[in-house]
Nanobody
Framework: QAQLVESGGGLVQAGGSLRLSCAAS????????MGWFRQAPGKQREWAAT???????TYADSVKGRFTISRDNAKNTVYLQMNSLKPEDTAVYYC?????????WGQGTQVSVSS
């Protein structure tokens, strides 16, 4: 079964940037729309951004204009460039297909933004 491994998180000051990566062990990227999701402490996991096979992108209003999702199908990797980070962006970030498949959730990567 394909696995999704997120990386690139860390601690950053408000206004800073991070680039997250999500690597797949299988070939799911080439066939599917992929998404980034996040879960803040005490809150439900929410959708942040989506990218289709043809690289059409959509974003949640909360990240629009600050985050950019991209993909490299040859490397089975999807990225999330996060700029102008805010304390409210603090969360564990996950990637998955879209719609998400329950069996494909990985460990996520922690993003912490200090004020």
């Amino acid at each position: 079964q394909a696995q999704l491994v997120e990386s690139g998180g860390g601690l950053v000051q408000a206004g800073g940037s991070l680039r997250l990566s999500c690597a797949a062990s299988g070939s799911i990227f080439s066939r599917n729309t992929m998404g980034w999701f996040r879960q803040a402490p005490g809150k439900q996991r929410e959708w942040a951004a989506t990218i289709t096979r043809g690289s059409f992108t959509t974003y949640a209003d909360s990240v629009k204009g600050r985050f950019t999702i991209s993909r490299d199908n040859a490397k089975n990797t999807v990225y999330l460039q996060m700029n102008s980070l805010k304390p409210e962006d603090t969360a564990v970030y996950y990637c998955n297909m879209y719609p998400p498949m329950p069996d494909y959730w990985g460990q996520g990567t922690q993003v912490s933004v200090s004020s």
